[in-house]
Each structure stands twice: as structure tokens, then as C-alpha cells.
């Protein structure tokens, strides 16, 4: 799929005012958002923040109890998941969701499922359409794992790789969509830092193919490191919003992190 | 196909097809090949099982139902309007599909396993509409008059002629299922089987794909009730009841859940287990079927097939039986 190009500060995704509550417990009490097209965007907070429910409605896994969430100026809340992940949305897990008996290449192979068509019937008598489709799809799978540097794993079982490589392949998995926008739920989480330092820049050549990037992430320094924007929440609530260094020195975001001293 | 299944595919393909001679050879087992007859019948209902339980994660305790409303479409056509058998075979296909379609829409819109209580419930009422709606079925007397196959003006009348068709369409269900698999939505649905919700995320229908499953195993079940209505000939209900679901799904554990071969193996194991083996236990069949269940859910939860793979010759490392492309 093309990507049209850009029109600087139009923003691909508008949070209006989204709440969401389990029972009585109110995990978003009311985000406002609008992230621009193109850019890093992290998503920082103290754990119970609501990041991951964000992440979580953005991407269809949940229906936002009120508000609307606009991608590219239309509403995508109430959606189906898949629809979402169509339209150009994607995502990677804070607990790896790999399909771990399956191998790395066919983890990356199934992300293209949104991109291609072949159906039931196409597939069960194997019309020739369908094998040049397949033939497509291992070759675009393979470029993928290239891009993030697994290309030598590609025949292991993904559940057999270790943590740092199964995070990056969630990422290989989800950019296989040809998604517009990533959410990468705490990419960084259980990786070294050398492992750490590689991702931001993956990241970073990410978002320089055009993709926007939405990053929800604890380790302070790649996110200071590679962001454009910084959100943060506190308690399912709106604290502040803005760059690297305008958020380093905001006194609301350093008392929530670092308490009343 | 993998390289791996194309020679399985080339053995199991040679020994079937030698089957007939051999047994002719050995005095006393003539009779086998008509339990290899039903064996293959009952494949095609299994293969279907299979893809639903191993692949798409879903078990359905109403596969003999479908295995009778392609029984009883076919019987009621042909025997009370005469119709030619092969015309009706794909009407019962296409209502077992419609039904499955209605049950299998509301189930599998939920996570977890509603689709195994509706279709107990259904299978149950299926079995109740096969025994009372005596005017059309015969009831539990029975339907007779119902004739054979014929291709071209061809009888099919000998047990080894019947051996032949039925394996020959088994082989073209197991094909037409290995090509499912080993393709974009193969991928799919073991991907919902393993992470149901990343599937989602990734843009996998997942809702319809099992609806999918389920339809296609539906119809799989509906065509070899069909062929088992010419081949026997005479239809009675409890030949579709829960018992008959129940020994489906225990065909496929037994053999093995996440694999098309242990589906055959362990069909083609039961059948002569159900038909030959277990007749001195009468009554007490039941109880032998929950001892093997107990004994495969405790000690093979992978099944028989995991045994073989593990053995020597047959041993392959999961890395390499997964690894590949289709």
C-alpha cells in the first residue's frame, strides 16, 4: 500500500474525551489527544496509568465506554479488531502474543493476512491466483525479517527464540500489516541494553518509512532518546503532553514518578 | 504440501491402496475391508473434526447429526422421490451447511467453548426429529428401500469396488484439507487456535473463520452420511445420536488433535476397535471408549501420532514438521 504523502500536523489518530470503565473501576477517565501524522509519540505513566487500556481501545480490543476515536479523521471505535488492523492500525503485545508453535517466518507471513484474499476454496483446490499470492507473501514476510535483522531465525519456532528477539518480532509481525500507525506496547521490556539501544533505532527507521509510531514504554532513556511527543497519564487521567524537555522539567509529571519529595 | 506430508501421503496412499489384496491373502480377515469401508466414512466426518479441534480450537459434539442430515436427505430423496442419488448428495450437503452456518453464527461469536454446548443441545434435538418424524424417517424402524450407487450406469456392488470410491474421496478431502492448511488461511487458523486475540489484532476474521471451519466440517459429515445411506442401504436414528458425536471426537484425540494423519490414524484404529474388537464387550462399550479417553487425555494428550513421530524412522523435531513453507 502507498502512503499519500504527508501533509505536516494533520494528525492520523484524535482521542475525544475517551473514558473506560470496568464495572466501577474507571481505568480512562476522559483522554484528549491528537497525535500527527508521521512522528514518535510515547506514552509514559506510573503502572495502573492506563496506558495499556489505551492501547487496548486505539486497537479495538475494547469499546471505549464514552468518547470517539478518529484515525485519519473517521471513527474507528466499535469496530472489530481486524477491521481496525484493515484500515491501518497495529500493534505489538507488553506480554509477547506470538503464535509460538508457529514458525518466525509464519508469525510475519500471517500479518499480511489483512493484505491479501485468498479465500477457503481458492486456497483448498489451489487456484493459481493463490500460489503467486503465497509466493508474495513468503517473499514480502522474509523483507520484513530482514528489516528487523531475523532474517537467520526465520525457520525457528518462534516460541523458541528468546525474549529480546520475540519482542522485535511482534514488531516485524505487526509492520507486515503495512500499517499506517504502530502501537508498540513496552517494546523494550525485558530486552539489554544493547538489545534496548538497537530497538530505538529501529524504531526510528520505522518511523522514517512514513509510519507513525505510538510507544508505550518505561525505559526513561529511549524514550527521552527517540520521541517526538510524550503523553502522560496518571490514574486514567490526562497530566501532561509534550516534548522530551518540556516534559523532564514539568513539576506535575516529576512528583507523579517521583512522589511528594 | 510439505515434503514431510507428501511422503507420509505416498505410503498411507500405497498402503490403502494394497489394502484389498492383502487382506484377500489372509484367510479369516476377508471381512476387513468392510470395516475399512466405514473406516473411510467415518475419515471424512473426522477430517472435518479435526480442523475444528486441533486447528480452530472448537469442539463440535454434533457431527453426527450432520453425518445424518446427509443420511437422511439422501435417504428421504432418493427412496421417497426417486431421485438420482448424486443429485441429493450435495442437497444434504447444502442444508448441513445452512444449519451449521445458523447453529455456528451465534456460537462462535463468543470466546470459549459455547459452540461445544450448542451443538450438544442440537445434536440432541436432531437425533429427536430422526426418530419421531416417522412419516419421513421410518423412525426407530428404520428407512429401507434405499438403493445403491451407480457411475455412469455402473453399479457399484462389490465391497472392494465400494473400498476404492470411498478412500479415493477420503484422499481428496485430505488433500483439499492439507492445501487449506498450508496456506493463508491454514496460517489463520492456527494462529486463532494459539492467540486467538493477536490473530484478531492482526486483522484475522477470527469470528468467521471458525465459522468457516465449522461449515466445512458440516459438510464433510453430510457427504459421507450420504455415501454410508447407499452403502448400507437401511437408516435407523441411532446411528446419529450423541454416542455416535461423542465417538467422533474421540476418534480425533485419539489419533491425535493438531494433525490430519492422526485424525485417520485414530478413526481407522476405532472403527475396528467399535466393529470388531470390542463386539464381546457389548453393553459395556461405553465404558471401554471413557477408559480410552481417560488413558489418551492423561498420557497422549497429542495423541497417537505423537508417538509415532517420536519413534525412530518417524522422528522429526516440531521445529522441522512446523518449519517450511506450504
Not at chain 2, 508417538?307 to 512446523?322: F, I
Request: proline share 4%; hydrophobic share 50%.
Amino acid at each position: 500500500m502507498e502512503h499519500p504523502a504527508r501533509q505536516p500536523g494533520a494528525s492520523i489518530l484524535e482521542l475525544n474525551d475517551i473514558q473506560m470503565s470496568f464495572g466501577g473501576v474507571h481505568a480512562l477517565k476522559g483522554i484528549n489527544h491528537a497525535v500527527p501524522e508521521g512522528i514518535i509519540q510515547a506514552v509514559i505513566g506510573p503502572n495502573g496509568a492506563g496506558k495499556t487500556t489505551l492501547f487496548h481501545c486505539i486497537s479495538g480490543l475494547l469499546n471505549p465506554t464514552e468518547g470517539s476515536i478518529l484515525f485519519r479523521g473517521a471513527e474507528i471505535n466499535g469496530l472489530a479488531p481486524h477491521r481496525i488492523a484493515h484500515l491501518g492500525i497495529s500493534r505489538t503485545f507488553q506480554h509477547v502474543a506470538l503464535f509460538k508453535s508457529m514458525t518466525v517466518l509464519e508469525n510475519v507471513m500471517l500479518g499480511r493476512h489483512s493484505r491479501t484474499r485468498s479465500g477457503f476454496w481458492a486456497t483448498g483446490l489451489r487456484f493459481p491466483g493463490m500460489r503467486s499470492e503465497e509466493r508474495n507473501i513468503h517473499k514480502k514476510a522474509e523483507a520484513f525479517l530482514d528489516l528487523v535483522g531475523l532474517a537467520d531465525a526465520s525457520r525457528l519456532q518462534a516460541g523458541t527464540l528468546p525474549l529480546g528477539k520475540q519482542k522485535i518480532l511482534e514488531i516485524a509481525r505487526a509492520l507486515a500489516t503495512e500499517p499506517r500507525l504502530v502501537l508498540l506496547d513496552e517494546p523494550a521490556g525485558g530486552l539489554n541494553m544493547t538489545e534496548t539501544e538497537e530497538l530505538g533505532v529501529l524504531i526510528q527507521k520505522i518511523c522514517q518509512t512514513g509510519i507513525t509510531v505510538v510507544l508505550v514504554e518505561h525505559d526513561m532513556n529511549l524514550v527521552m532518546d527517540i520521541s517526538d511527543q510524550i503523553l502522560v497519564l496518571h490514574y486514567g487521567q490526562y497530566l501532561a503532553s509534550g516534548t522530551p524537555q518540556h516534559i523532564k522539567d514539568d513539576p506535575a509529571v516529576i512528583e507523579a514518578y517521583l512522589g511528594e519529595n | 504440501m510439505r515434503t514431510t506430508d507428501r511422503w507420509i501421503f505416498t505410503v498411507v496412499f500405497l498402503l490403502i491402496a494394497v489394502f484389498p489384496w492383502l487382506v484377500g491373502r489372509i484367510s479369516g480377515i476377508s471381512h476387513y475391508i468392510e470395516v475399512m469401508i466405514f473406516a473411510g466414512i467415518f475419515s471424512l466426518v473426522c477430517l472435518g473434526l479435526s480442523l475444528l479441534m486441533g486447528y480452530a480450537g472448537q469442539i463440535s459434539l454434533a457431527q453426527a447429526a450432520f453425518f445424518g442430515i446427509g443420511a437422511y436427505t439422501s435417504g428421504i430423496l432418493t427412496a421417497r422421490f426417486d431421485w438420482n442419488p448424486w443429485l441429493a448428495m450435495p442437497v444434504g450437503a447444502v442444508l448441513a451447511a445452512a444449519v451449521a452456518w445458523i447453529v455456528g453464527v451465534p456460537a462462535l461469536r463468543l470466546r470459549g467453548h459455547y459452540l461445544a454446548m450448542a451443538t450438544l443441545g442440537f445434536g440432541v434435538i436432531v437425533h429427536i426429529v430422526f426418530s419421531e418424524e416417522v412419516e419421513w424417517t421410518g423412525g426407530p424402524s428404520g428407512m429401507v428401500d434405499i438403493p445403491g450407487l451407480a457411475i455412469a450406469g455402473w453399479r457399484i456392488s462389490s465391497e472392494v469396488q465400494w473400498y476404492y470410491l470411498i478412500w479415493g474421496i477420503v484422499f481428496l478431502a485430505l488433500l483439499f484439507s492439507f492445501h487449506i492448511l498450508h496456506s493463508r488461511v491454514g496460517r489463520a487458523l492456527r494462529a486463532i487456535h494459539e492467540e486467538e486475540i493477536a490473530a484478531e489484532a492482526m486483522g484475522v476474521p477470527t469470528a468467521r473463520y471458525k465459522v468457516q471451519i465449522f461449515v466445512f466440517g458440516a459438510v464433510l459429515a453430510a457427504i459421507a452420511g450420504s455415501f454410508y445411506t447407499h452403502y448400507v442401504t437401511f437408516l435407523s436414528p441411532s446411528s446419529f445420536n450423541l454416542m455416535w458425536s461423542i465417538r467422533f471426537v474421540l476418534m480425533v484425540m485419539v489419533g491425535g488433535m493438531q494433525s490430519l494423519w492422526g485424525a485417520l490414524l485414530g478413526t481407522v484404529l476405532l472403527t475396528f476397535v467399535g466393529n470388531e474388537w470390542l463386539q464381546v464387550f457389548a453393553d459395556f462399550e461405553v465404558l471401554v471408549y471413557g477408559a480410552i479417553l481417560l488413558v489418551v487425555a492423561l498420557f497422549l494428550p497429542q495423541g497417537l501420532i505423537s508417538v509415532l513421530r517420536r519413534g525412530p524412522g518417524g522422528a522429526r523435531s516440531s521445529v522441522s514438521r512446523l518449519g517450511g513453507e506450504g
